[in-house]
């Protein structure tokens, strides 16, 4: 999902979880900022290392 996008359903009040390689915790930040909502994370993710695709587990 984009950007804009993550601010928009931060706004409408999801809890936004976003993934990427750099801007952490920047974009997160600034998703929370625009949004006026605390819902917002930001994790790392390098989808280059193939161990990676399978490390991240959200929730139980």
Known sequence: M?????VEMAKRGAHVIMAG???????G???KKMSGSE???MIHL???KS?????ITIGD
């Open 2 to 6: 984009g950007f804009g996008i993550a």
């Open 21 to 27: 390689r750099s801007a952490i915790p920047e974009a």
């Open 29 to 31: 930040e600034k998703v």
């Open 39 to 41: 819902k917002a994370e």
């Open 46 to 48: 390098d989808l280059w």
């Open 51 to 55: 161990w990676d695709k399978n490390a």
